[in-house]
């Protein structure tokens, strides 16, 4: 059993689905026609990589996240600042990671 393809006309540029022959080509009348994949396996990697990629962010965002909460509870204690003031400092670090993410996009 052979594989649907499609099929795009060299002169035309018009495409149908078929069936390929054993050769590998689709032949319609004594012309030879160009055959195109019907899925691209280079998309599908690259969104398995960006997932796999985007899951190790969020997973290292989280462990600093975790770090940070605990060594602001150690500050508080050694510098005897308020709380607001350390939320606010911590507040302050996001904006600024938000800003240069926004400047570096651009």
Known sequence: MTPDVT???SRTRMSSTT???SLGSVK???RE??????TGSCSVHSIRL?????GFV?????????YTKSV???????????????????????????LFVVAVRF
């Not at 026609?33 to 019907?38: I, K, Q, R």
């Not at 969020?58 to 975790?66: D, G, N, S, V």
């Open 19 to 21: 069936k390929a022959d």
């Open 72 to 98: 602001l509870t150690s500050i508080e204690k050694q510098f005897e600042i308020s709380s607001s003031l350390a939320g606010f400092i911590v507040g302050s670090f996001n904006i600024g990671n938000l």
């Open 33 to 38: 026609d160009v055959e195109l994949p019907t």
């Open 58 to 66: 969020m997973c290292a965002q989280a462990a600093l996240a975790i």
């Open 28 to 30: 319609d009348g004594g």
């Open 7 to 9: 099929k795009v006309d």
């Open 50 to 54: 960006f997932v796999l990629f985007a």
